[in-house]
């Protein structure tokens, strides 16, 4: 049985790590580089690198690792795959097939579009078709209004009216390999997955999905990934003040039965 999975998702913006709450707070946390380390020696499931800067200016602000006003998202991704040994899925600001191209030519395994797969819908179709589904991913934003779950794009800013269920059929059919949800309201919260959403995705989903947003203690991955529908559970703020936190995380749902592979070290030389 394929093993469900344990994914960190790292926010970059203007350059440097951040944390995020509902899309609209983002804390400075410091240097991706070594985030990317860790995560690696933990033996993570794969990791999910996403580009949130909005306005173009990007800067590490560390002379000593030699990435010093690396000026675009592609070198810093460039840099960090060097030390990334995991499947990588990176986004953010993929506008074309030749930008998806790109990223699977420097180190990505997945591309994730989100804004861009809404505003240009064929797309995801195109991309798709020349590199397979299997290397796209379509990342869904959703916050819940008067009790339905809306999409948005934009970092959470804009509408787009669809309903959650409506956009994934279509993302299904355009040929998106992979989803990877995430609620707005959950976001940076430690309070928990929205379970009610995944159990309205459930009727509709055929292709793995990722969930993300609100994890802030092992039980909650615990009945996230308990989860038939759920192939894989991510969180970003979750595993950047615990130290071993991926391998713990890992160690946890082994030792709780959960479909998870088992949990060990891989140490960088």
């Known amino acids: 049985m394929k093993k469900k999975r344990v994914i960190p998702v790292l926010l970059l913006k203007n350059g440097n790590l951040v944390q995020s709450r509902n899309f609209s707070v983002h804390q400075n946390i410091g240097n991706p580089m070594m985030s990317v380390k860790r995560f690696s020696e933990w033996n993570a ?47 953010g600001k993929i506008k074309s097939v030749k930008d998806v191209e790109t990223y699977l030519r420097i180190c990505a395994d997945k591309v994730c579009i989100n ?13 798709s078709y020349e590199f397979g589904s299997q290397c796209i991913v379509s990342s869904i934003d959703v916050k819940k209004i008067n009790n339905n779950y809306h ?33 707005i309201d959950q976001d940076g919260r430690a309070i928990g997955y929205d379970l009610e959403l995944i159990e309205l995705v459930e009727k509709v989903i055929e292709v793995p999905l990722v969930i993300c947003g609100g994890a802030g203690s092992n039980e909650h991955f615990k009945e996230a990934i308990s989860l038939s529908c759920v192939d894989a559970v991510a969180a970003s703020n979750f595993f950047h003040h615990k130290d071993q936190s991926v391998y713990l995380l890992h160690e946890f749902l082994y030792n709780e039965g959960l479909n998870v ?9």
């Open 45 to 91: 499931d794969e990791l999910i690198y996403l580009d949130i800067t909005r306005d173009g200016k990007y800067d590490l602000r560390r002379d000593d690792l030699n990435t010093y006003n690396q000026n675009n998202f592609k070198r810093i991704i460039d840099t960090i795959s060097k030390n990334t040994f995991m499947p990588l899925t990176v986004g």
């Open 151 to 183: 999409v948005f794009v934009d970092n959470g800013k804009t509408n787009t009216e669809y309903l959650v269920t409506e956009w994934i059929k279509q993302v299904q059919q355009l040929g998106a390999g992979e989803i990877l949800l995430n609620s």
């Open 115 to 127: 804004s861009e797969g809404f505003k240009n819908k064929k797309l995801i179709k195109e991309a």
């Open 261 to 269: 592979r088992k949990p060990n070290f891989f140490k960088i030389k």
